[in-house]
């Protein structure tokens, strides 16, 4: 992935408005557990009370994370469709001639199993490629290939 902000697709923000959604929710719960700081305790409590206070500190980093995301994809409008880069759906043919449609994101997604995320094998071999290339990748069952037929 390069250094600029990347444009998102409705499946990728869908994908970055849950883990929003998800983070917001721990937060709460975490939130929840965090006691009145005039109230006494041993240093067991106190520091437990730490511990929680550093996990909000961090789901609060990740939320503004993720909000940024958002906010930077949706600046960038529509993913380009000259070449494979986050955002894109991209339909393939594999050394077995099966043909599948997949679309390039950040972030996995179990819920949409044709999302490929940029960093796995298949979505590194195929950022920066055109219709027509063929890429080469690693699988757990060893080297392949697939040739991109069509970028949308």
């Known amino acids: 992935m390069s250094s600029q902000p ?11 408005e849950r883990q929003r959604a998800d983070l917001a929710a721990e937060r709460a719960t975490v939130a929840a557990t965090l006691s009145d700081p005039d109230q006494v305790g041993d240093e067991a409590d106190s520091a437990d009370e730490i511990q929680r206070a550093d ?10 994370e993720v909000e940024l995301r958002l906010r930077e994809g949706a600046a960038e409008g529509a993913p380009d469709t000259s070449e494979v880069g ?18 390039i994101s950040e972030l996995p997604d179990a819920s949409t199993p044709s999302l490929v995320t940029s960093d796995s094998p298949l979505g590194l ?10 890429v080469d990748y690693r699988t757990p069952a060893g080297p392949t290939s697939a040739r991109i037929v069509s970028l949308g």
């Open 125 to 134: 071999a195929l950022m920066g490629r055109r219709p027509g290339d063929t």
């Open 86 to 103: 986050v955002g894109s759906t991209v339909t393939v043919r594999f050394d077995d001639g099966t043909e599948q449609t997949v679309e």
């Open 55 to 64: 996990e909000l500190r961090r789901l609060d980093a990740r939320i503004e």
């Open 6 to 16: 990347e444009p998102i697709s409705a499946t990728g923000r869908a994908a970055l």
